[in-house]
């Protein structure tokens, strides 16, 4: 295996890595290092970020992605039978992510909170001029949208949020799995603070396999997916899985 592969394993098995840490384990120069994670970055293997790279988080794919194609008319439909099982007047905690943005798009209520810590869920929830928007702050998560931090943390204790809503990066048979560690304590706190949880994921993410476990299915309501999840498995699921129907691309 060469070197650059084995740096894209540490990089997908354990998060962020500095070129420090990655010089020192191989035993070559800083500049080597770089050239190595400048080569994976710009073929999309890991994210380039300062001082070294982190890994491309799978539940937050670029926007440029999903407008290209990448599952769009699943993750709208999805975003759409979400927004229905809003109520007005709700307060509601809404992460970042694709799936979780057409969320925010869809929401067209009259009386209406949200709270986000995501930059891209924010800016969609501005442009409507009826719901309430209550962003939290923190440091910004390597290649994504979303904040992240003990600061967020610290916000998120003072409240309280009757629905939170999660996307997904991998849903296996035990639980919602992410590629990084790097968020998984804010997202625990925020389940915690709602009386209720769902989660949305395309039909993609079924199936894949991730090294951190973020949630298991015991404390969520429901699931939303598209119907080209097979029926079966679905029923076997041990939370219910709401399979949406979408139309053609």
């Given at each position: ?93 809404l992460e970042g992510g694709t799936t979780c943005l057409e969320v925010a798009r ?85 389940q915690s603070i709602a009386a209720q949880s769902f989660f949305v994921a395309d ?47």
């Amino acid at each position: 295996m060469s070197r650059r592969q084995q740096i894209a394993e540490l990089v997908e098995e354990r998060g962020f890595q500095s070129v420090k840490t990655l010089a020192e384990h191989f035993g070559v120069d800083a500049s080597t290092i770089r050239r190595d994670l400048d080569r994976l970055a710009s073929d999309g293997v890991v994210v380039r970020t300062h001082g070294g790279a982190a890994a491309v988080l799978a539940d937050e794919e670029p926007e440029a992605l999903t407008e290209q194609g990448t599952q769009r008319a699943e993750k709208r439909a999805i975003g759409a039978a979400m927004a229905e099982r809003i109520y007005e007047g709700q307060t509601i905690l809404l992460e970042g992510g694709t799936t979780c943005l057409e969320v925010a798009r869809h929401l067209d209520h009259a009386r209406l909170t949200v709270v986000t810590n995501d930059l891209a869920v924010g800016l969609e929830i501005s442009t409507k001029p009826h719901i309430n928007l209550v962003f939290v702050g923190g440091e910004l998560l390597p290649a994504s949208t979303s904040m992240w931090g003990p600061m967020s943390i610290q916000q998120l204790e003072t409240m309280r949020v009757n629905v939170a809503i999660f996307g997904a990066g991998c849903v296996m048979d035990d639980g919602i799995y992410a590629s990084s560690s790097y968020a998984i304590e804010l997202k625990r706190k925020m389940q915690s603070i709602a009386a209720q949880s769902f989660f949305v994921a395309d039909s993609t993410k079924f199936g894949r396999e991730a090294l951190f476990k973020v949630f298991g299915f015991e404390d969520f309501t429901a699931g939303i997916t598209d119907d080209t999840l097979d029926p079966i498995r679905a029923a076997r699921f041990p939370v219910p899985l709401i399979r949406v129907p979408h139309h053609g691309r």
